[in-house]
C-alpha cells in the first residue's frame, strides 16, 4: 500500500484545507503541508535532528498551487543568506541540479543575481515579489492555523516587509509596532533554519491585529501585520499589498 492510501485513511471526518478554508471531502485528494515547508530545511539537518515538524491537512491541488513559488523563494533566498543552514539548503539544490532538477529556476535566478550594486558594494538582486509574498504569505497563514485553529483567508490584507541579508534593517525599526514583535520570545522549535515570533496588538478603535515575523536560516527576516480574521471593519479583505522590499 502507498503511503498515500495509508494517510488516507487517517483523514478525520472534519479535515478541512487551511488553503482555501473549505472541508476535504471524501472524494478529494489531499496532502499533509508541513509549516514551514519541508524545503527549508537541508537533508543534512532533517537527518541529524530530525525535528518534528509541524502539518496542516490541505487538499492536493490548493497544496500544488504553491509549489513552484516555495521552490522560487527558496532558490532566490537560500543561496543569498550565507549561513550554515541555508548554504546546506543550497548545497541541496545544486546536488539536484546536477541530476536535472529547477536547472531552468536556477539560471533564472543567477541572471538575476549580481545586476544591481548596493550601497556597502555587494551584489544584490532582483526578484518576483509576487511570487515569493505569495509563498511567504502561504507560511504566515499556516502558522496561523497552527496556532489558533483558524482559517486566514489568502485575500487578508497583509503588507508584507522583506529584508534581505546585507540590507539595512532600520526600514523595520521605523514601524511602530515592530520593537514589539522582535522583542517577544521566538516561537519556532527550529531556530537555526526557522524561527517566528508574533504579538495580538488592539488599536484605540478596538481594531485587532496581529504582527508576525519570520526568520529565514538566520538570515533573512519577514514580517507582516493583518487584521485578525473575525474582524469587523470590512476592510481588511482589499487587494493584496506588493512586498516592500527595504
Ligand atoms: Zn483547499
Ligand atoms: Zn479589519
Given at each position: ?35 514551514p ?35 522560487y ?6 543561496g ?13 539544490i ?29 551584489r ?16 504566515f ?14 485575500q487578508?490584507i497583509?503588507p508584507?516587509?522583506?529584508v ?10 521605523g ?16 531556530g ?24 529565514f ?15 469587523p ?6 487587494q ?7
Amino acid at each position: 500500500m502507498g503511503r498515500e492510501q495509508r494517510s488516507r485513511g487517517r483523514l478525520p471526518a472534519d479535515a478541512r484545507c487551511y488553503l482555501c478554508g473549505n472541508p476535504i471531502l471524501p472524494d478529494e485528494k489531499w496532502d499533509r503541508d508541513h509549516v514551514p515547508p519541508k524545503r527549508v530545511f537541508a537533508l543534512a539537518v532533517l537527518q541529524e535532528h530530525s525535528p518534528n515538524l509541524e502539518w496542516l491537512y490541505t487538499h492536493r491541488a490548493c497544496n500544488r498551487s504553491y509549489r513552484e513559488d516555495e521552490e522560487y523563494f527558496v532558490v532566490s533566498f537560500a543561496g543569498h543568506v550565507k549561513t550554515a543552514t541555508a548554504t546546506a539548503v543550497m548545497n541541496d539544490i545544486h546536488r539536484g541540479a546536477a541530476k536535472g532538477h529547477l536547472v531552468g529556476l536556477i539560471k533564472d535566478v543567477l541572471s538575476r543575481f549580481g545586476k544591481i550594486i548596493g550601497p556597502t558594494a555587494e551584489r544584490t538582486f532582483t526578484w518576483d515579489s509576487a511570487r515569493v509574498e505569495r509563498a511567504l504569505w502561504k507560511i504566515f497563514r499556516g502558522i496561523y492555523a497552527l496556532e489558533s485553529s483558524t482559517f486566514l483567508p489568502e485575500q487578508w490584507i497583509h503588507p508584507m516587509w522583506l529584508v534581505p541579508p546585507h540590507t539595512d534593517p532600520s526600514t523595520l525599526e521605523g514601524l511602530a509596532w515592530f520593537p514589539a514583535v522582535r522583542d517577544t520570545q521566538p516561537l519556532a522549535k527550529y531556530g537555526a533554519v526557522f524561527d517566528y515570533k508574533w504579538i495580538g496588538l488592539k488599536t484605540s478603535e478596538n481594531v485587532r491585529f496581529h504582527a508576525m515575523a519570520m526568520l529565514f536560516w538566520d538570515g533573512l527576516i519577514v514580517a507582516t501585520i493583518f487584521h485578525d480574521p473575525t474582524c469587523p471593519c470590512g476592510e481588511c479583505r482589499l487587494q493584496h499589498q506588493p512586498v516592500t522590499c527595504s
